[in-house]
C-alpha cells in the first residue's frame, strides 16, 4: 500500500482507540465481563451478565 514502517509505528503509537465501546457488566472470580456499549439487543455477554445476576 505504500505505507512505511515507521508510519504504521507512528499511527500505533498515536492512536487512542474509542471511547465508549464496552461497557463493564460483572466481575467474578477475578473475571472482568463486558458488553458492547449501547447495544439494546441481546448478545452472548448481556446473556452472561444475565447469567451472572441469578
Not at 12 to 30: I, N, P, Q, T, W
Request: glycine share 8%.
Amino acid at each position: 500500500m505504500g505505507v512505511g514502517d515507521r508510519a504504521i509505528a507512528e499511527a500505533a503509537r498515536a492512536y487512542r482507540g474509542k471511547k465508549h465501546v464496552l461497557e463493564f457488566v460483572a466481575e467474578r472470580s477475578g473475571i472482568a465481563f463486558y458488553k458492547p456499549a449501547r447495544t439494546r439487543r441481546s448478545t452472548p455477554s448481556a446473556l452472561s451478565r444475565t447469567a451472572l445476576s441469578s
